[in-house]
């Protein structure tokens, strides 16, 4: 269909000391060495299926770090767009989820799609920064569009338009570093 966008987008490297922490916006730091596997494979998939030198990343440096290195070892072109970022968990964000009461989790999941955790951003309103990064790259190109993001952001992705999301229905998160192809419709829904 002329109006879908091809996305092929890899979740970012494994952050240094997130492990039981609720992160969003928290900027961590990576690993150099998982930064440089991550570019190196981005690179290697654009040369085999002669895709566009060009990568979309979250202007937080645990993307924005490989969309830099491949701009230095591969030539590519590096764009930010704050509408890639994590979803923001407001007072949560960077803090043990065993310091977040139960309570409000659970308030949370009650009006997954509608309710802000923390005060931060609410599913929806993440699922329409999806929606106008799409409308955005759709414009004829060879190929998919290359993009490094976050888990959150590609599991708002590959939800069906139009369904507000449910807890018990959100997609499990992509292993860091790996990829997943979606086809999105560009007129939003």
């Known amino acids: 269909m002329s109006g879908d966008v091809e996305l092929l987008v890899w979740r970012h490297p494994r952050p240094i000391d997130a492990a039981g922490r609720c992160i969003g916006r928290t900027d961590l730091r990576v690993d150099p060495r998982r930064v440089r596997r991550l570019a190196d494979r981005i690179a ?6 002669r895709l566009p030198r060009e990568i979309w990343t979250s202007p937080l440096a645990r993307c924005a770090d490989v969309g830099r290195l491949l701009v230095r070892r591969h030539r590519f072109v590096h764009r930010l767009d704050p509408r890639l970022a994590e ?13 977040i009461s139960p309570a409000e989790v659970a308030c949370w999941e009650a009006d997954f799609a509608h309710a802000a955790p923390g005060g931060g951003e609410s599913l929806t309103a993440l699922a329409a920064r999806v929606r106008d990064f799409v409308r955005d790259r759709a414009t004829p190109r060879r190929g998919a569009v290359l993009v490094v993001g976050h888990a959150g952001w590609i599991q708002a992705a590959s939800l069906e338009p139009g369904n507000p999301p449910r807890a018990e229905q959100w997609p499990a998160a992509i292993p860091y570093g790996r990829s997943v192809r979606l086809r999105l419709a560009s007129g939003g829904g």
């Open 44 to 49: 290697a998939t654009a040369r085999r299926e």
């Open 87 to 99: 979803l923001d968990f407001g007072c949560w964000d960077g803090q043990p989820w065993s310091a």
